[in-house]
């Protein structure tokens, strides 16, 4: 079977939780399948250069491409890389293509997989299809967007902190004072997402690694016969669970994107509210990426046992989980289902983690983690005080960490899914 992937952007030099997982599903399936990967790479020049190579054995093809301006057509649906799309269909004919990230690509691929007769499948790994602004949906004043509204998301648009995705035009406007057109912006918005209306019809089936996301997407008009619930799987022999508490001290730990809709500050904050020397915060990310937000983090950092390491490599993942006691992943934003969280549970860590989103899916309060509410940093020092008070609550909310499924079962379970879809495909 030939297997396309389209990512946005891949291994090595982006390395968050869905450039991860799709490197662990394509190497799991190029064991018995033909596997081309597909994604992109930004470059400061207006031209596209596609570029073949290969990382740790999967045959890859990297399309250097300029930016766009998110309030323009190409931002979503780029003529020019829907054109490299049709000449990778016809070299490569792939029997199956799936979806793992459409930003920098084309919304309008599932047409053209469609009118080929090509089978498509997207898994979905956050809320990008129903909000520009980065899928986060939240505005820049860090607000949750619970509900899709055109004038609101015109307004977040027109005001995005984002300035790298935006025309010069557009960013000397602003500079000037001048925020534009509102009423373009929303028919912008509501051109973009009539496109994705068209995409969920096009599209065979979409992939939910959690409930929050299958929920958030059925509501958003996706028909449930379309939405399959499948949780990922995970590289699982890399880990090896530990028992119980160190007796010098508890160690908690933060792992991944330094960026602010990561909620660092608000367990840099929490942290810094406990007594010195009871325990210890170790964050890794890499702090180059947000130098301003890193900046404002170490200003925050009032307590000595905070320390910052930087950018860990996926390798060591596991040596550091086993370093720690309790992962906390503090975000503000709904989250998917984090790679993080599946990683801890794998080494046996529990985790502390916000009420929110897919983060709520995969914590149960007192069982295998704590929930705090989201953002508050008061109650997060409190969750972080009573195991501080009780070590021994660790070592109960370790004996109920799930089982995490392995990227094995997973290639399976999509594998069947592959040939369920082409045979359909052959019957229709």
Known sequence: MKILFIIHDFLPTHQAGSEIYTYLLARELSKNHDVLLLFTEIHNQKTYRVTSRTYQGLNCLEVYRPCADPLKDSSYNDAKMAEIFKSVLTEFDPDVIHLQ????????????ARDKGIPIIFTL???????????????????????????????????SSEPQFHSLVTRICRLLGFRGNINHAK???????????????????????SPFLTKTFADFGVPEEKLS????????????????VRSNGLRFGYIGTISEHKGIHVLVEAFSQLPEKEATLEIYGDLDWFPS??????????????????????EAIPDILNRIDILVVPSIWFENSPLTIHEAFLAGVPVITSNLGGMADLVTHQVNGLLFEVGNTDDLA??????????????????????????????????????????TDSVD
């Open 229 to 244: 619930l499948i949780s990922h799987g995970f590289e699982t022999t890399r880990f090896q669970k530990k028992k119980g």
């Open 187 to 209: 028919k912008s918005i509501e051109k973009r997402l009539q496109t994705v209306h068209q995409l969920i019809h096009d599209i065979d089936l979409f992939i939910c690694p």
């Open 125 to 159: 790994h956050d809320y990008w299809l129903t909000c520009p602004h980065w899928g986060r949906r939240m505005k820049d004043n860090l607000e949750l967007c619970h509900e899709i509204d055109v004038a609101q998301c015109a307004e977040c648009m027109q005001g």
């Open 293 to 314: 937000y890193s900046k404002q983090l170490k200003s925050a950092a009032n307590s000595s046992g905070i320390r910052f390491h930087g950018a860990a490599a996926n």
């Open 382 to 423: 409190e969750k972080m005080s009573l195991l501080i008070a009780q070590p021994d609550l660790v070592g109960q909310l370790q004996q109920s960490i799930p089982k995490v499924k392995s990227i094995k079962e997973n290639g399976a379970e999509i594998e069947a899914l592959y040939h369920r879809l082409i045979r």
């Open 101 to 112: 990230h459409l930003l920098f690509h084309s919304l309008g691929y599932p047409a053209i």
